[in-house]
């Protein structure tokens, strides 16, 4: 049986020691479920305009340069150079001849936005709406848990009943917490991925991490937290870790990634509290066969920051 644990200590009472056992998480969920929360296009008033701009073998939007056989079969530029200069539809030779026609059409299109059904209100000309799609705030997020390969995606109400149902991660409500992180035989663990925390505080969520990985040639703890929302929002927080022991102690401020970023640019830019493994096990004190470390911390509203930083455990939830 593994003996790796985070230890959770309520942020109101630290003196009140409640062990939470939770095993040593590898990359074992099964998302074999079908989850079907990507929301598709609602009304376009347009349909059969955008119908003839599908291109008919990838079925994805056709733009410029659009492409038709001499019977006036169209197809897109991707799949032009596929079809060895067959038409998919015709068989007949493609040539080279483009559908001018079929592009000022597009162009004179304007579309609502492919997530307006997730509550975004813009419409864009046809040609600008993939880029906007790109980068639009109402995408749906992909599930933030690391270590596993899951592709659930939704909204972040959505993903948070996701991680509580699924993932069985730790809810936390609050903004300060105090963590034990165990873990048996740490020398002999290269990387490890300890259960996600998941805070409730100021009517957002935030995902604290804490992994073991091999950073150069040297072994590492880090923790750092993720902001389930957009950029813009997480630049809102800040949040400070700290942990120690042994009368010597490394304290980490800095300001919550969006979970946009993947758990693995985040901690690949090292933009968290980093504990090399020699130093963890000094805190952890004892015989060092053992990691116990302990790590508090904190999150705050930057623009509500005016109490001098202390937190007011009531405006906290
Ligand atoms: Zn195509
Ligand atoms: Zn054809
Ligand atoms: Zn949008
Ligand atoms: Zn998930």
Redesign the pocket.
């Known amino acids: 049986m593994e003996l790796d644990s985070i230890e959770c200590i309520s942020c109101s009472d630290i003196m009140d020691e409640d062990e939470i056992h939770h095993h040593l998480h590898h990359s074992q969920?099964p998302?074999s479920k079908p989850h079907n929360n990507v929301v598709s296009s609602a009304i376009h008033p347009t349909t059969s305009v955008q119908e003839l701009l599908e291109c008919p073998v990838c079925t994805n939007s056709m733009y410029p340069p659009i492409h038709q056989c001499h019977n006036g079969h169209t197809l897109c530029s991707t799949c032009k150079v596929r079809v060895h200069n067959r038409c998919p539809t015709c068989r007949q030779e493609l040539g080279d001849i483009r559908c001018l026609a079929l592009e000022k059409v597009a162009e004179s299109l304007e579309l609502p936005c492919k997530y307006c059904s997730l509550g975004c209100p813009e419409i864009f000309p046809y040609y600008s709406k993939l880029k906007h799609e790109a980068i639009c705030n109402f995408r749906p997020y992909s599930?933030?848990?690391a270590g596993?390969e899951?592709?659930?995606v939704g909204d972040i109400p959505y993903?948070v009943s996701?991680?509580r149902d699924?993932?069985k991660v730790d809810m936390h409500l609050g903004c300060t917490f105090n963590h034990r992180y165990v873990k048996s035989n740490p020398r002999e663990v290269e990387n490890a991925t300890w259960m996600l925390t998941v805070f409730n505080c100021f009517g957002q969520y935030f995902c604290l991490h804490f992994e073991a990985f091999q950073l150069g040639m040297a072994p590492v703890y880090m923790a750092f937290l993720r902001f389930m929302g957009d950029e813009t929002d997480a630049r809102s927080y800040s949040y400070s870790l700290e942990v120690g022991g042994n009368g010597r102690k490394i304290i980490w401020e800095g300001t919550p990634r969006s979970i946009r970023d993947s758990h693995r640019k985040v901690r690949d830019s090292h933009d968290g509290l980093i504990i090399q493994r020699n130093m963890a096990l000094f805190f952890s004190g004892g015989d060092r066969n053992e990691l116990k470390l302990r790590v508090t911390g904190r999150i705050w509203k930057e623009q509500q920051n005016l109490d001098g930083g202390v937190c007011i455990p009531n405006l906290c939830s």
Do not use: A, M, R
């Open positions: 969920f998302s599930c933030p848990y596993s899951c592709l659930v993903l996701h991680l699924d993932h």
